[in-house]
């Protein structure tokens, strides 16, 4: 297991996927430094300040409001770039809220009672700078309307959205980063189609019973996992020629299910199908590094999968494979095993 972990390590994080790199994590850091520095009430060089707030005047364009029982959104002065408002008791944002507030980079509302029925219409339409825009952990049944198209980063994880309206996204064009996971979401339609630059799609902890057809073309990172889907097609990934990641853990997938050649996609760099129903291994591509596989029915170690012809130049790739919590053992692998996955630093069976 450790050693998993250390290969998790060096393959993944130079993806992109390492929460520590997370140049947002790392600078909210700072800007708590800042403000644990900082005096508690600023309004003397820093400019004006809520009272319920916290403005450093060694940071003047941020604002902390975070975790004060607050139940409404104060006065945001114009100057502000980064606001946090999370783990509060905010239900509802008026139209007027932000109407000054055309500086916001960051908007920090994640841990709050937002319902969509006490967000207006308008309420984010004058961030027009806004880049990140935190959601999670709210009362949310739907993606609030009119968001800026600024965004690059939206999160919405842990609400209880079921339909993403057509259009929702429209104009989104700069949209990088979707997190969806933990609704109540059954299908995404074609609201995702069109957004030409959103690359990571967190879906995972949802109710979708089919993956979605329609999706954008430059995604790299595919988060599925904790659905209900049953099916793949032979052309799901095919579209997608950018995907690198594919998260489809825990769902109701069957051999049956899956096309044929539906992941011996040439892109793919990761696979997840542990805890699903195969019988068998699904064909891969030789380009694929990790392939996860645990806690399926799988009884043959098929070599094919992973090899159709095996020479000096032709071999797998695959650098992590975890057969663990299926009904084979290492016996059943075939001697020629050991040419076709020369590459791999880790087997679980
Ligand atoms: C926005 O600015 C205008 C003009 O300075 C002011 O009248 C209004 O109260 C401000 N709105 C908010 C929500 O601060
Ligand atoms: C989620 O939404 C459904 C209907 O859309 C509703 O029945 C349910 O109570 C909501 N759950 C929560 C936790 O608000
Ligand atoms: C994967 O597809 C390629 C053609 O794109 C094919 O040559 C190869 O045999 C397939 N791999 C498996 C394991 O079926
Ligand atoms: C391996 O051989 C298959 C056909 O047998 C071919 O489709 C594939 O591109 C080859 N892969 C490499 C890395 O040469």
Known sequence: MRLLVLLLLAGVCDFGLCRSRDPFTWLSHLHSRYRAYGAPQADTNGGDCPLECDCPPSYPVAMYCNGRGLQHIPYVPSRMKYVYLQNNEISGIPDDTFENSTEIVWLMLQQNQLTSDQIGPNAFTKLTSLQRLYLDNNLLNQVPPNLPTSIRVLRLTSNNITVIEEGTFSGMDDLTILQLHDNSIEEVGGALKSLPSLTLLDISGNRLR??????????????????????????????????????????????????????????LIELDLSYNKLERIPPVSTKLQNLYLQANQIKEFSLGSFCTKIDVRNYSNLRVLRLDGNEINSEDFPPEAARCLRLARYIDV
């Open 210 to 267: 089919k993956v979605p057809g329609l999706l954008p073309e430059r995604l790299h990172q595919l988060y599925l996992e904790s659905n209900s889907i049953d099916v793949v097609p032979a052309d799901f990934l095919r579209k997608l020629s950018q995907l690198q990641f594919v998260r489809l853990a825990n769902n109701q997938l069957t051999d049956k299910g899956i096309a044929s050649n539906a992941f011996n996609v040439s892109g």
